[in-house]
């Protein structure tokens, strides 16, 4: 799998020759929800692009509430290499990157990434403090060409799987709910 960084992805040489298909967020655990993201580009016919972050934004943005990550980021890379992903772009969320509006954010990855399809989560956000939202996305991309899937959260228990659930999970002992979120066992450090 190839990996890049934000800098690497944005210096404006095209960093890919042919079309992706990209998913972007967090993906911390990488947990069922995210492996929908993950199969909607894979399955795509295009090149499938992962767009994370080596840092949780939380850990700039609001330091005090930045959770404790459910894994590394090289599990993360691994996981997305075992479910097809071909390259991902890791971010390094800083002060300065905080403050990308996210139209910007989107024109970097058009000029660079050349996607023509995204798949994101309904609740998926970026931008400056988060300005952009799922449906905005959507509504910039299609401006560009870009097609966009909105995927709905995975539920479990009838309630939406997430990275802050599978942590409330863990801290409650149930390990057994984290692993249905999860998709696969724990690994507890």
């Known amino acids: 799998m190839r990996i890049l960084s934000w800098d690497e992805l944005s210096v404006g040489n095209g960093a890919f020759r042919d079309k992706t298909a990209v998913t972007i967020g967090v993906f911390d655990g990488v947990h069922r929800g995210h492996q929908v993201l993950l199969r909607k580009v894979v399955s795509s016919g295009y090149a499938p692009v992962a767009v994370t972050f080596s ?3 939380r850990s700039v943005v609001a330091h005090r509430k930045a959770p404790r990550l459910l894994i ?12 097809g992903i ?30 023509d399809y995204m798949a994101i989560g309904a609740t998926f956000r970026c931008g400056y403090r988060g300005g952009l939202d799922a449906a ?33 999970a863990l801290a409650a002992g149930d390990t057994a709910l984290a692993e249905r979120m999860l998709g696969r066992k724990v690994k507890l450090f």
């Open 136 to 168: 905005g996305v959507a509504r910039i991309n299609a401006e560009a060409g870009v097609r966009t899937e909105i995927v709905e959260p995975v539920l479990e228990g009838g309630l939406p799987v997430s990275s802050s659930r599978i942590r409330e």
């Open 55 to 57: 840092n949780h934004p």
């Open 86 to 115: 071909e390259a991902a772009v890791l971010i390094d969320f800083s002060q300065k990157f905080s403050i990308l509006s996210g139209k910007a954010f989107l024109e970097a990855l058009w000029k660079n990434a050349a996607p």
């Open 72 to 83: 590394t980021v090289e599990e993360r890379l691994a996981i997305f290499e075992k479910n």
